[in-house]
């Protein structure tokens, strides 16, 4: 099943942990210094587990995993 990542960037902190539990997944902007997502914001399962890892390490709980 494919899944759709969303940021509350409202409620991001810039922390930076979705990126260390995602690289493929997530980055931050330089000048917002929030998260971006990295391509398109729906995934297949190949990586799920680094989105659910990214979504759990947040320490904000700015991220959201929706099956699509
Ligand atoms: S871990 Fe959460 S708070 Fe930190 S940059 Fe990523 S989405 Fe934002």
Redesign the pocket.
Known sequence: MAFKIT?DLP?????????IEGPAL?D?DDDTN??VLIGSDEHDEAVRAQAEA?RR????H??FIEDI
Do not use: E, M
């Open positions: 940021v409620a991001c902190q810039g922390y930076a942990n979705c990126l997530f931050i929030k998260a990214a390490g947040c320490p904000a700015a991220i």
